[in-house]
């Protein structure tokens, strides 16, 4: 089974995709007018599990197919 051409182009840009959705949760934080230690919870939950949900996608591709 080859992986698809998006499915390697996350592979080969995992490290820029991290630091987006890192920069983004960032951006929501700084823009935010009144941040509660609720609202930074919950941002860092789901950052936490967007970048569990990249490596376990680019871990899967690259057993898949040998890339990265």
């Known amino acids: 089974v080859e992986p698809t051409p998006i499915g390697r182009w996350v592979a080969h840009y995992r490290t ?8 983004v949760a960032l951006v929501v934080l ?8 609720l609202t930074v919870v919950v941002i860092a939950v789901i950052v936490v599990i967007l970048l569990v949900l990249l490596a376990a996608a680019t871990a899967a591709l ?4 040998g890339i990265g």
């Open 16 to 23: 820029a995709l991290r630091v987006v959705i890192i920069g």
């Open 30 to 37: 700084i823009s935010m007018d009144r941040v509660t230690p």
């Open 62 to 65: 690259i057993r898949l197919a």
